[in-house]
T-cell receptor, first 112, second 111 residues
Framework: ETAVFQTPNYHVTQVGNEVSFNCKQTLGHDTMYWYKQDSKKLLKIMFSYNNKQLIVNETVPRRFSPQSSDKAHLNLRIKSVEPEDSAVYLCASSYLSTGQLYFGEGSKLTVL | DAKTTQPDSMESTEGETVHLPCSHATISGNEYIYWYRQVPLQGPEYVTH???QNTTNSMAFLAIASDRKSSTLILPHVSLRDAAVYHC????????????FGQGTVLSVIP
């Protein structure tokens, strides 16, 4: 049963456009994450928020910006997308005190 | 730096018990061992975790070596639905949950 909801699930766009992915969790968790999964299926963490506070900010291009309105929502905006941004973006949530993350189904971005 | 080492792939037949190994020779005393699995077109799914003692739940049994330098995820009576990529990950207790996923082990299950 899905409890981490991502939209959209697929998005195709052209180089230079802006894209936003939305994520909502209904589990009452205090921490949310964005991961990027590349074509080789490797998962890399990008950002993490705990109670709306940024706690993990990996080295990613400045065109990526996370946005947290409350602890149940974490969005990801990409300004001026590049071809290398093509990937699956996975949102997850958990209690910070545990390592049991719940992942959404992913948002696949294709940049033409 | 990869902190865990897993075989690239393993194969099993439905109904068999599968042993998925993971080596973590440099594990610290405050690091937990977590296992996740991922099937195509879905996000990773938590399987189990442990610190020192063996653990069991409805999905799997986790056997941890006495020196904690290796562990084995044991899947009893596998079905086709168990075919997935299995990730062995170390998590620092009290940390920020910056979990690092490697290539994992691709488990194939033959009918």
């Amino acid at each position: 049963e899905t409890a981490v909801f991502q939209t959209p699930n697929y998005h195709v766009t052209q180089v230079g456009n802006e894209v936003s992915f939305n994520c909502k969790q209904t589990l009452g968790h205090d921490t949310m994450y964005w991961y990027k999964q590349d074509s080789k299926k490797l998962l890399k963490i990008m950002f993490s928020y705990n109670n709306k506070q940024l706690i993990v900010n990996e080295t990613v291009p400045r065109r990526f910006s996370p946005q947290s309105s409350d602890k149940a929502h974490l969005n990801l905006r990409i300004k001026s997308v590049e071809p290398e941004d093509s990937a699956v973006y996975l949102c997850a949530s958990s209690y910070l005190s545990t390592g049991q993350l719940y992942f959404g189904e992913g948002s696949k971005l294709t940049v033409l | 730096d990869a902190k865990t080492t897993q075989p690239d792939s393993m194969e099993s037949t439905e109904g068999e018990t599968v042993h998925l190994p993971c080596s973590h020779a440099t594990i610290s005393g405050n690091e937990y061992i977590y296992w996740y699995r991922q099937v195509p077109l879905q996000g990773p799914e938590y399987v189990t975790h442990g610190l020192q003692q063996n653990t069991t739940n409805s999905m799997a049994f986790l056997a941890i070596a006495s020196d904690r330098k290796s562990s084995t995820l044991i899947l009893p009576h596998v079905s086709l639905r168990d075919a997935a990529v299995y990730h062995c990950i170390l998590r620092v207790a009290g940390g920020n949950n910056k979990l690092t996923f490697g290539q994992g082990t691709v488990l194939s299950v033959i009918p």
